[in-house]
Structure formats: structure tokens, C-alpha cells
């Protein structure tokens, strides 16, 4: 197989980003990937991006190039699919940078996946499988915001794209003959639509996994704590840990802390934190803790109802066997939390109902038949 990584054109200008738009706009697929650094700030710091185009490999400066316009331009043309690997963080990339998702979008370890591969395959094994090549991982941990990147930093970002059109067309024929390609579309429409919606700040709670042990007033609590810690990591850029961990606010919520040696004590926070934000973290809980309970969130459900035991080993049974029987791995179909999620649907008369990720060409592969399962469980 032949190297197409060899021409390379790095762009640093905005005229030639503008020239280069021009050419990628000529053919019906590009594949794109970024480098990023995401180590002490929140959001991530775009390094390069990467598009190859007609065996051709361009590596975009977003440091030098002051208008990436043409980018954004590129990402939403419908006329030409994006190919990417393993997308949510180049999903995010792209909209943090350029306020637009790539659209339509083909995504190759989805693909390699409902083709029954391994659930999240890497990009190197991804090419050694489909094409024979082996691609060096030296850079995997470059610093992608020195300047200038080094002869070997750019033929490995050019890599990261330059094969990818070549796996896309075999992965297209051989989708084509199983008859998955709707499924795999329709997986990569769910993974824009994700990046497009992005978590509100007062939401943020409901990702805290031990959120559903708390009672309404703790959770307005946590809920409080948590939207404020988001605002303030946006505002500062800085990883919401480093404000204030995610054990701290559930231990503040939990505890009723009310003074700054419980959050030493309890909250296990550091004198800096405490010197920080320990005086509107006292205030926040404090006010949180007056709001009348009826105004207060919701109850969370349990991962899945004590009693489910049994019934969740049986779905997932249901789901492993129908996996064999598509030679597809059993996260393709349906994961654990999915299925937990269907669980705790059903009401005391069993209505149950699928989950959104469980909807579109999984509820004909294997959706109906969990339905049935928890119903036949329910008698």
C-alpha cells in the first residue's frame, strides 16, 4: 500500500486556507482530525488541524491563520462527507473553534465496529487491520502548541488523515453488502446531534454518578454547586477539578457542611480552594437549603431497581446472543446503562419503553425483543 502522506502542505496564511478551500470543495469527501493540548484549562487548545483531500494531506495552523472561516465553510457543505476517527473530541474542536458540527459526517471506528470489529478500535489498529500499514505512535503525547512542529510532528498528523479515505471506501463496500450503512449514518447523525446540544450548566448534576443517592434538598444543593462550578471553569478555563472536585460538592451536599473546616475535613478540599471559593460555597448551600422543598429537583433513579437483578442479567443474555448471531460485539447493540435505563421505564402496570439509544435500527435489530423479555419478566 502506498504511502499518500508525502505531500504535504502546511498553511499558515489565511489566502492560502482560502486557495486550499477551493481545492477540498472539488471532491465529494475529505477527512479531517485535530491536535489538541487539554491539560490545565477547560477547553481544549487547537493545535493543528489536519484535512486530506485527493491524496493530498494539509495541515492547518490555527495559531498562525487568523480566519478559519473557510474551515467552518468546509464543515458544513453538504455536498462533501467529512471523514474522521473516533470524533467526539474533533466534534468538540470544531464547534468550540469554528461554532459548527461537520456535517454529514462519517465516522470510521463507528464503522469498523457495526462491522464487528472492536468496540472502540484505535486509529493505528484501524489501518493495520483495513490496509496492512503500520503507523508510528511517537507523538501521540507532542506538544501540538510549540513552534515550529518538527519534521516528525507533521508526517504523524498527516497520517492521521491521509489513510483514512482509503479505509472509508472499504468500509462503504463492505457495510454495502451486510446492508449496515443506515446504521452506521444514522449513529454518526446521533454523535453530531450530541456535540450540537452540550450540557446546560444547571444540568451538570445529573452526570454526577453517585447524584441518585441524595434526597431533593441535597440534590438542589449539588445542582447549585454544580452549575456554579461549571460557570467558573468557563470563565477561568480551567478543568472544573481544579476549582473544586466533583466528591467535594456531593460531600458538601450530602454533609450539610456549614464552615470552612468541614470543607477541609469532610470535603477533603485544599487550603487554596478554601481561600477561594470557600466563602460562596457556604453561601450557595446555605441559600440552596431555604428553597422550599417542592421546588427542588426530582428524585434520580437508581442505575436499576434492586428487584432488576435477574432481569438485567436476562436482557443482557438476550443482547449477547443476538450479538453472536450478528458477529458484532454486545456494545454495539446495547450497553449495561441502556439497559438499565429501559429497567427503571417500567411502571407498576409494565409499560416500559425503550431508551433513545435504543430507538432507530436498533429497536428493529433488538429493541422489540427487550420489550418482550421485561414484559414476559413482568407476568
Same mark, same amino acid.
Given at each position: 500500500m502506498n504511502d499518500p502522506s508525502h505531500e504535504i502542505h502546511y498553511i499558515q496564511t489565511d489566502g492560502d486556507l482560502r486557495d486550499s478551500l477551493e481545492l477540498w470543495q472539488q471532491h465529494r469527501l475529505v477527512a479531517l482530525d485535530t491536535e489538541f493540548v487539554r491539560v490545565n484549562t477547560y477547553f481544549p487548545i487547537a493545535g493543528l488541524i489536519q484535512v486530506s483531500a485527493g491524496g493530498q494531506s494539509y495541515?492547518?495552523? #490555527?495559531? %498562525?491563520? *487568523?480566519?478559519?472561516s473557510p474551515l467552518a465553510e468546509l464543515c458544513t457543505n453538504s455536498a462533501v462527507l467529512k471523514i474522521l476517527h473516533a470524533c467526539s473530541e474533533d466534534l468538540e474542536i470544531f464547534q468550540q473553534l469554528l461554532n459548527v458540527v461537520p456535517e454529514p459526517m462519517f465516522d470510521t471506528q463507528v464503522a469498523a465496529a457495526i462491522l464487528g470489529g472492536s468496540y472502540s478500535l484505535g486509529y493505528q489498529d484501524?489501518? =493495520?487491520? %483495513? +490496509?496492512?500499514?503500520?503507523i508510528p505512535k511517537g507523538e501521540t503525547r507532542s506538544d501540538w502548541l510549540q513552534r515550529p512542529l518538527t519534521e516528525s510532528q507533521c508526517h504523524y498528523a498527516a497520517l492521521d488523515v491521509s489513510y483514512l479515505p482509503q479505509v472509508y471506501e472499504l468500509q462503504q463496500r463492505e457495510l454495502s453488502q451486510m446492508k449496515r450503512l %443506515?446504521?452506521? %449514518? $444514522?449513529?454518526?447523525?446521533? +454523535?453530531?446531534? *450530541? *456535540?450540537? =446540544?452540550?450540557t446546560k450548566s444547571d444540568e451538570y448534576y445529573l452526570k454526577v454518578k453517585s447524584a441518585w443517592k441524595l434526597d431533593r434538598r441535597q440534590l438542589l444543593v449539588l445542582q447549585t454547586l454544580c452549575s456554579w462550578r461549571e460557570e467558573i471553569a468557563k470563565k477561568l478555563n480551567r478543568p472544573r477539578n481544579w476549582i473544586v472536585a466533583e466528591q467535594a460538592l456531593v460531600a458538601i451536599a450530602r454533609e450539610r457542611i456549614t464552615d470552612k473546616t468541614g470543607l477541609s475535613s469532610k470535603a477533603d478540599m485544599t487550603p487554596r480552594q478554601i481561600r477561594n471559593y470557600g466563602d460562596q460555597l457556604l453561601d450557595l448551600s446555605r441559600e440552596a437549603r431555604l428553597v422550599p422543598e417542592h421546588d427542588c429537583p426530582e428524585l434520580l433513579e437508581r442505575p436499576a431497581?434492586? $428487584?432488576?437483578? #435477574?432481569? /438485567?442479567?436476562? /436482557?443482557?443474555?438476550?443482547v449477547n446472543s443476538k450479538a453472536d448471531e450478528l458477529q458484532i460485539v454486545p456494545e454495539v447493540l446495547a450497553k449495561k446503562a441502556q439497559l438499565q435505563e429501559l429497567l427503571r421505564s417500567g411502571s407498576e402496570a409494565g409499560d416500559y419503553?425503550? #431508551?433513545?439509544?435504543l430507538q432507530g435500527w436498533r429497536r428493529d435489530v433488538i429493541g422489540q425483543e427487550l420489550l418482550m423479555e421485561v414484559h414476559v419478566h413482568d407476568r
Open positions: 495541515l492547518v495552523d #490555527p495559531i %498562525a491563520v *487568523q480566519d478559519l484501524l489501518i =493495520k487491520d %483495513a +490496509l496492512g500499514v503500520n %443506515a446504521w452506521v %449514518a $444514522e449513529d454518526c447523525d446521533r +454523535l453530531v446531534s *450530541q *456535540q450540537r =446540544k452540550q431497581p434492586r $428487584e432488576s437483578g #435477574p432481569m /438485567l442479567r436476562s /436482557l443482557r443474555e438476550l419503553n425503550l #431508551p433513545s439509544a
